[in-house]
Structures are given as C-alpha cells and as structure tokens.
C-alpha cells in the first residue's frame, strides 16, 4: 500500500447502501473490471462511467450499509478507485474494504468542506487528509488489521500466514 | 460492573474471563455459515493455496439465493459448492430445495443460545433470536475462517432496547422494528449490540423475535438479541443437534449498556417503509391508497410459518385484487411442508396468490423481477433501488398482514379493519 494516496473526490451522502455499489444481480462475478463495469449503475445516466475520472471517494454516515457484499469494496476498486473517505462505514463494509486491499478512512470532519473535484492528499503515516490549505486528521487502524490491508487483502495475509511468504 | 450478552460471548469464545466494548479479540466462531457465496470462497481457498479445513463440523453450507440455479454460470458456481461440501465431509450441507440458510440452519437445531455464528449475509443477525450472536462477513473472511477457524473482532457497546405493553390485533413486530428503524435511523445502532427486554418480549413468538433480530440489521447493528426464555427452550427441544446444548448465556444485572430506550407496543400502528430506504417509514394511513402491482411474501425477514398463517387467515375466503400479483417464497421446505398440512397453502392459493419454491425468491432478485414503473409491496427487509429488478421499480415494506390486506384492496391498505 502506498504512504500518500493522492487524487480528485467524488462526493456521495449519506447511507449509500451496498446494493447501489453493486446490484445484486452482478454477483456472479467476482472480478473487479466485470464488477466496475456495473458499480453504482442504479444511480442513473453517467453512473458509473464518470466515477473513472476520480481517485478518492468521500461519503457521510454509514457508507456501505445493507448486505454483507464483499464485491462492493471489490467494484470500487475495479473504478480505480484508491480509497473511501466516510463520515462512517457500516461494518460488513468496513471489514470488506479492509480484507479486500481497498484503503478506508473515517473522517467526518473532512465531509462538509469537501466538494466534488477537489483534489485530496492522504498521508497515512501521519493520519492526515490534505484539502487546499487545511489537514483534517484520521484515526489509524488497528495495527493487526492494518496488517491486512497493506499487505493488500485478507487473502494475501493468509498466504503469508500459511506459506511464509 | 457486569457484562452484556454480547461481551460474554465474545469473552467465551475468545478464551478469555472477560471483555469490555473497544476491546479487539481472536473470536473462534461456532459455526460459519456460507449460502450461494459458497463457491466464491472455495475460489479463495485455491487462490491462497489452502486444502485443509479447520473443523468440517463448524461449516454449514446451504444455496439459498438463486435456487434452483436459473443460468449456466449459477449452475457451474452451485456445482463447486456442491463439490466442495461432498469433498470436504461437510455435514450441515443443504441443497437448493432446502430454503433460506438462516431459516434452515435455525429450524435443523444448528443454532443454539451463547453460539457464535458468522456467515455470508448480512441478516445473520437473525440468530440472535435464538440468544446466538450472529453477524455477516465477506466470503474472503469465511474462507479464512474455514481455515484458521478464528477471526478478529471488536467487542461492541450494547443498547437495551425496552418493550412494554401489548401489541394492537393487525400489529407485529415487524410494524415494532419498520418503527425503530424509522425514528433511529439507518446508523441508528451502527456498529452496536441490541438487546430486547421487558415483559412484552416474552409474549412475542419465536417467529416474530426472528423478524426482529433479522430487521434489527437495517439499524446498523453488529447483533441483536432476544434473551432466551421458555419460549426459547420449548422451539428448540428436540430439534437441537447432537452437538449442542441449551446454555443460554444471559446478561448481568448490572451490566453497562451505552444507551437505553423503551417502546410501548399497545402505541404502535402499522407502519410501511417506503422507496427506496428502510429507514423511509411511515404510519400506514400515510401511503394508505398507493397502488401496488405485486405483492411479495417472502425473504428471511417474513416468510415463517407464523407470517403464511397470518396473511392466510386474512385471505381466507376473499380474492386478491385482479390487477395484483401475490408471490408466496416460503422461508423453507419445513414452512411449505407446514402450510400444506394446515390448509394455509391451499387457502393462499385460492385467494389467488401463486406459490414460488423455498428460498430468498424476490429479495435476492430471482423469481419476482419488477419493470419500470411497477409496485411492489414487500415483506422483507430491504427496498433498495434496483433490489428487485428495475432502477424505476418501488418497493414498499410491511408486515404480513398489511400486505395480505393490500392484496385484496390492489392498493396499500391497514390491515386492522380485517381483524
């Protein structure tokens, strides 16, 4: 995982369910392009083709809420995206994005100054979001989970656990 | 200061005295559940080179969503999981015809109280009607929990949530949660254990603490619980598998919870959550009228035997409106095999509804897809856009009965005047 996460944000509301991510019926696949290629598309015209030309998405409360999904995390990425920055996740999200490699912040105080095309600096060593002249800190991970996510996954953890390597 | 039902159970199956919320633990899950996902954490355990299983015995396998499969890819995925609980000496293995794996894993005596129980949904949190604290993880987490037999997990913070008084006739505890979620919201317990006490939560069935436990999702929490007691018992004597005991694991009297609230259900009304969030509720006056194409009672939420009875005494002897479609996805084999002896199958299928097989049906967008502009009145627990088919589709949620009496009326209708 990089140190600095940089790039423009998409800016969502509140409680942006799990089914909006990724529909139900594309979770047949398991593969980020294929699930990109549907992430978001109930949202209407555009969605989720302009998503693309942004790297950081910021959220309010409860981003991710509703079903367990792992392959919301997975189709976010697939959109390039590099990280989610919430006001707060629902867990099954939070565990997902974590166990998937996708990087999550919790920061609400960043979400009102926050407008979409801004351009965001994430610097996780220092727990801090850069916005124009302003840093806004973040909590850090827990360290074993952290763990997981630089590694890139939970299914990288396990091969290191299981194989050494 | 004492404990919650929560701590204690994580405290238990973390091998230690006690825990406090905050605290992050190495959990060893009693039982894993995986549905249709099965095959998707197969995948990860080739991926990650994995053969072994921690304990065959603590995996239960059932295909719930898309079942039986209705293309060549759910065919092929169906397969692999099927492969791999042969493969494997998975016991708890149930096939498409079986119905929803929380109903199943439930009714077969798998779950019991004090258990920890992880799985691929969300709704998990329905084995908290049972004393279990259940939760939904990823596939990739189910995969490392077949092989490590542990995750990690944060102890919560607990609600009390108070019941007193009665519910009205034409009432239930689905209208008591469409409530809860309604005034706390969709974070409303975001990341909380919820308890349910007071002397009201032991007039309430089984069926109907299911539905609480399972709705209790769409408020946020981690789990919820219902404290077993006779009622507890009485469901699961006899149906307990070998393996398990009745150990209900109780909260302290002194226990520390975070926030407390009470309800008194004599107030309560029916209530409706309307497109596309649970959280959108309103009293049913208030979208009394709207018109409805279709009427699904299904979903692990409201598709027990209990909630087919309900809808069946309502319908009995009337015909659902001609402009209406009522779909009937019993939660499980043993529910249809119920409502086949009682009468209640042949009286919902006079009344002019039409019967699905067991499973998740509609809310996982099988059997039951909406066009553009359609209604549909639901019983289960999620009206997300595009849920059931079309982004321009609406769902609407309620209770059995207020569904049965909507039905009738071709539009969304208070069930009280049929009681």
Redo the contacts between chains.
């Keep these: 995982m990089e140190q600095t996460i940089q790039g423009r944000a998409y800016k969502f509301g509140?409680?942006v369910?799990s089914?909006?991510i990724i529909?139900?019926?594309y979770?047949?696949y398991?593969d980020r392009e294929r699930l990109a290629q549907h992430a978001f598309?109930?949202l209407?015209e555009g969605f989720p083709a302009k998503l693309r030309e942004f790297q950081i998405l910021v959220a309010g409360?409860?981003f991710g809420?509703?079903?367990?999904?792992?392959q919301a995390?997975t189709a976010i990425q697939g959109l390039g995206i590099q990280a989610v920055v919430a006001c707060?996740f629902?867990?099954?999200f939070y565990?997902?994005a974590i166990?998937?490699g996708l990087p999550i912040f919790e920061c609400p105080e960043l979400y009102p100054d926050v407008q979409e095309g801004d351009s965001l600096r994430i610097d996780l060593a220092a727990s801090k979001i850069h916005l124009r002249e302003k840093e806004y800190a973040f909590p850090q991970l827990?360290d074993?989970?952290k763990k997981i996510l630089e590694l890139g996954?939970?299914?990288a953890y396990?091969?290191t656990?299981?194989?050494g390597t | 200061m004492g404990y919650t039902i929560a701590e204690k159970i994580l405290a238990a199956k973390s091998g230690k005295t006690s825990v406090r919320p905050g605290e992050i633990v190495d959990a060893y899950p009693d039982l894993v559940m995986s549905h249709t996902a099965t095959w998707r954490s197969v995948s990860v355990m080739q991926k990650v080179g994995a053969s072994k299983l921690y304990d065959p015995d603590r995996l239960a396998v059932v295909l719930d969503h898309i079942a039986p499969a209705k293309t060549e890819k759910n065919a092929t995925d169906q397969q692999v999981s099927r492969n791999f609980a042969r493969t494997n000496g998975i016991n708890k293995f149930y096939d498409v015809d079986a119905g929803i794996a929380h109903l199943v894993l439930m009714e077969a005596g798998h779950v019991a109280p004090g258990d920890l129980i992880v799985g691929t949904d969300s709704h998990c949190t329905i084995y908290g009607s049972l004393g279990a604290l259940g939760t939904g993880i990823g596939y990739t987490e189910v995969a490392s929990v077949w092989i490590t037999g542990k995750l990690w997990m944060k102890v919560p913070e607990t609600f009390k949530i108070s019941l007193s008084g009665k519910l009205a006739p034409g009432v239930y505890s689905k209208d008591l949660m469409l409530y809860l979620i309604g005034t706390l919201g969709a974070d409303g317990c975001g990341y909380k254990a919820v308890e349910f006490h007071g002397d009201a939560v032991t007039g309430l069935s089984v069926s109907e603490r299911m539905t609480m436990t399972n709705l209790a999702m769409e408020m946020g929490v981690k789990c919820a619980f219902v404290p077993p007691d006779a009622k507890t018992e009485e469901y699961l004597r006899g149906r307990l598998d070998e393996s398990k005991r009745y150990q209900p694991v109780y909260a302290d009297a002194d226990a520390a919870y975070e926030k407390e609230l009470s309800v008194d259900l004599g107030k309560l009304e029916p209530m409706v959550a309307c497109p596309h969030e649970v959280q959108n509720t309103k009293p049913i006056q208030a979208v009394e009228g709207t018109r409805i194409d279709q009427a699904f009672l299904g979903s692990c939420a409201n598709a027990k035997y209990e909630d087919l009875e309900v809808a069946a005494r309502i319908l009995k002897g009337r015909r659902i409106h001609p402009n209406v479609r009522l779909i009937i996805t019993p939660g499980s084999k043993e529910i249809l095999l119920e409502a086949s002896k009682t009468g209640v199958f042949q009286t919902l299928l006079e009344s002019g509804g039409m019967f699905t097989n067991p499973g998740c049906g509609a809310c996982a967008g099988d059997g039951g897809i909406m066009a553009d502009g359609e209604v549909c009145l639901s019983t289960a627990n999620r009206n997300f856009i595009g849920r059931m088919g079309s982004s321009k589709a609406e769902i609407y949620l309620s209770s059995p009965a207020t569904l049965a009496a909507s039905a009738i009326k071709g539009v969304i209708s208070d069930p009280r005047e049929f009681f």
């Design positions: 509140d409680n369910n089914d909006i529909p139900g019926r979770l047949i398991i598309e109930v209407g409360r409860n809420c509703g079903s367990a999904r792992e995390a707060s629902a867990r099954t565990r997902n166990n998937d827990p074993s989970v996954g939970l299914a396990l091969k656990q299981l194989h």
